[in-house]
């Protein structure tokens, strides 16, 4: 019998997850023509076709789909325990990947980063700031950040912030000119700055909520951005009501006097930032100590 070639069975699952040769090439450290080759190589000792290849992207087959399954979880199951022996040197090492929206990344991670990294020179730690839910799975991430209304229910989630309250605020300029809204409802009658996220794509209601009763408000207005910058700025020049988690930040406008918080009453406090990842993953060292670094309360 002869051995099974798992060099190119690696190389497939990385291609195949990456849906890139370019991407699955750096990421082994091998030109893209030598990964074509293998990928080749494996397809004619198969006699079948893997992978579909177009100018713009790499899909697996039917057959390349169910090959991915069975051998996907395998190699993740091996990188996941030589990870782990890392546990076994003197001081802690690794390279650590994580997915954040920019305000955690910010206000949590940085800080924690800045205490953690100077006694660990060996960890590696790269911040990937995104605003959509990435599937960190997939896309080989130790861990995200997002908030916990919006956790999975197969991960573990430790909280790394306090609790949070959305505001809405705007410019005394902007109030100079309309009445204050009294409601939620009310606010279909202003100009509101909205938030569009990836992946949904949609413009995403205003949520509040008073003695258990809920509300959502489905706002319009001029603006829509991606980022809390933009919006933030927007409502400073008066050209519209804002509505985000309420921070240090937006507190000192509001106590200096550039910015005017409305329907505070409808904002009640909900589950704030948490560290996610996945229940089947053994943490190293390294990450055990990045986790400690961020639980909340420190």
Not at 190 to 195: F, M
Not at 226 to 234: I, K, P, S, V, W
């Amino acid at each position: 019998m002869v051995a099974e070639n798992f060099n190119e069975l690696a190389a497939f699952a990385m291609v195949a997850e990456e849906r890139s040769f370019t991407r699955a090439a750096a990421l082994l450290g091998v030109s893209q023509s030598a990964l074509s080759q293998t990928i080749r190589a494996l397809e004619a000792r198969l006699g079948l076709r893997l992978l579909t290849r177009t100018t713009r992207k790499v899909v697996p087959t039917e057959a390349g789909e169910r090959l991915l399954r069975a051998v996907a979880p395998r190699f993740e199951g091996i990188r996941a325990e030589l990870a782990a022996l890392g546990e076994l040197r003197d001081k802690p090492a690794g390279n650590l990947r994580i997915s954040a929206s920019e305000r955690p990344a910010i206000t949590i991670l940085a800080p924690a980063l800045a205490r953690l990294l100077p006694a660990y020179p060996d960890i590696h730690v790269e911040v990937v700031v995104d605003y959509g839910a990435r599937d960190i799975v997939s896309e080989r991430f130790d861990a995200g950040v997002r908030l916990g209304e919006q956790l999975e229910k197969d991960m573990v989630a430790v909280p790394i912030g306090p609790k949070l309250r959305m505001a809405v605020f705007g410019s005394p300029s902007y109030f100079d000119r309309v009445p204050r809204p009294r409601s939620p409802r009310d606010l279909t009658k202003h100009r509101c700055i909205n938030l569009r996220l990836p992946p949904v794509g949609s413009i995403l209601p205003w949520e509040f909520e008073k003695a258990g009763r809920e509300l959502k408000v489905q706002v319009e207005g001029p603006l829509v951005f991606n980022n809390r910058a933009m919006r933030l700025q927007a409502a400073l020049d008066g050209l519209g009501l804002a509505y985000m988690p309420e921070d240090e930040e937006i507190q000192a406008h509001i106590d200096a006097g550039r910015l005017v918080r409305v329907l505070s009453d409808w904002c009640a406090p909900f589950p704030g930032y948490y560290l996610y990842y996945p229940s089947r993953v053994h943490p190293s060292a390294a990450f055990t100590l990045l986790v400690d670094a961020l639980r909340f309360p420190r």
